[in-house]
């Protein structure tokens, strides 16, 4: 049975009014824990400075869920940062609104970590050093900037962009060194009536190490899928890269250096 630590900040407040920015510290030591944290703010304004959650475990099987919404603020500034040690962890990162910053850093093997994030000029960042390890991160809207960095053997990098909502100017970048890993970025465009599209983004992965296998797809929905840009760089041996891009205008780049590699790059 997991120990649960929950904690919830709330703010309502209209435009012109004053209020504190929240700060949430947990530091969790051992096995099992659990830690909730959740910060909600409610009213209507343009901006406001945000609130801030850390937390750091150390300790094996342990959670962390922390949530950042907003209703109203455009532009809300909210920065979660969860540090994890241990093997199998897991951390999740949700953040509506915009202009968020969200990094989870975790060492170990076996852990999980993901982050959404919704809406304008958000930035999310994922380092994991171990085996094993899992790192997924979403995100939709404009000027979005999503970046994973796996050192170790056998992990996963999944990033997704626009999953069917509108999506522009945003980039998802993955770094892995070790080998068989496996890294996919998928951008899919879709929003509403005229406005239907993914529009310069860009996607770019490079792995180091043998047996490692990338895909980068841009796909649409009844949408438009035009000038976004692929780039791809795999170093060693038995390596497998594919981009695959529907739309118009769009540019890939392959490149592999070793022995016994299979590229494979398709435009429609």
Known sequence: MKNLLTIVACTLAFAGTT???HTNVVTSNGNDNDVDVMQTFYGFGFIHDGSE???????NNNDVDVTQYNDGWWFSSELAEVNQRGNKNRAIVEQIKSAHEALINSKGDDNYANIRQEWIANEAEIDQDGNRNKATSFANGFINTTYAKQVGNDNQSDQDLGNGDRTADSHLSALQVGNSNKSKQDVE????????FAYRNVGDVIQRGNGNDAKQLMTMFDG???????YGKQI????????????????SNLTQTGNMNNAVSLQN
């Not at 959650?53 to 150390?58: F, G, K, L, N, S």
């Not at 060693?236 to 540019?251: F, I, P, R, S, V």
């Open 53 to 59: 959650a850390y937390v750091d475990q150390v300790g």
């Open 224 to 230: 438009d899928v035009q000038l976004n840009e692929l």
């Open 19 to 21: 209020f504190a920015q």
């Open 236 to 251: 060693g041996n038995t390596n497998m890269l594919k981009q695959e891009a529907a739309g118009d205008g769009n540019y």
């Open 189 to 196: 465009g879709d929003s509403f009536g005229p406005f239907i």
